[in-house]
């Protein structure tokens, strides 16, 4: 049986790492671009007329993000501290 100190101890590393993981892509990128609507643009070129008519006119609703220079180091930081607190988790007795 799984006990759930275990469990709390999978999570926050987990966590941990994911904040580490995006802290140094954030310190790699100048910006990122989210773009919306990607996912449902082929069904709405089929109900448009098809995939071979004129696209209709699009809005621009993409958003750009430009980390701060402080960012990408804090997540790095609580991503660490997230990781200490997992390895210090009390393990349970056997």
Do not use: H
């Not at 990128?29 to 773009?35: F, G």
């Amino acid at each position: 049986m799984i006990k759930p100190a275990t469990l709390w101890r999978a999570f926050f590393c987990a966590v941990g790492i994911v904040l580490i993981i995006v802290g140094i892509e954030c310190l790699l990128i100048d910006s990122a671009v989210l773009v919306a609507g990607v996912v449902d643009e082929p069904i709405r070129a089929q109900n448009n007329g098809g995939l071979f008519s004129a696209p209709p006119p699009r809005t621009n609703n993409n958003r750009v993000f430009k980390p701060t220079e402080w960012f990408p180091w804090s997540l790095i930081a609580c991503g660490a501290i997230v990781m200490l607190y997992a390895v210090s988790l009390r393990r349970p007795a056997a």
